[in-house]
């Protein structure tokens, strides 16, 4: 499987003590290689809060110096299956 670019950033929008987003950046960080992923938590910006709610684990990526959501990921998802998400999910797509 390709690694995914290394200029690649993401931010995961999360809050504290929901198991899917602690269960979402330990998948992410086991990838080899990783990639660079920022924590953010919503529950520390009320803009940020309103805008996610319940919604986390929200995983977002730079792209063209904006962020971008991403859709939404399967919990179910590990390893190369993960690794194949971010592929075809990530900002450019990769090529096939």
């Known amino acids: 499987m390709p ?3 290394e ?3 993401f931010r995961l ?3 504290s003590g ?3 987003c ?3 950046a330990e998948r992410l960080a086991a990838l080899d290689p990783a990639p660079v992923l920022e924590l953010i938590d919503v529950d520390a910006d009320p803009e940020l809060q309103a805008r996610y709610g319940l919604e986390v684990p929200v995983l977002a990526q730079r792209w063209e110096g904006r962020w971008r959501d991403l859709a939404r990921v ?3 998802l590990s390893g190369d299956g993960l690794r194949v998400w971010l592929q075809r999910n990530s ?4 090529p096939a």
């Open 22 to 24: 602690e269960g979402l």
């Open 7 to 9: 200029d690649v950033s």
């Open 74 to 76: 399967s919990p179910r």
């Open 3 to 5: 690694p995914l670019p």
């Open 13 to 15: 929008y999360t809050r």
């Open 91 to 94: 900002f450019p797509l990769p």
């Open 18 to 20: 929901c198991c899917l």
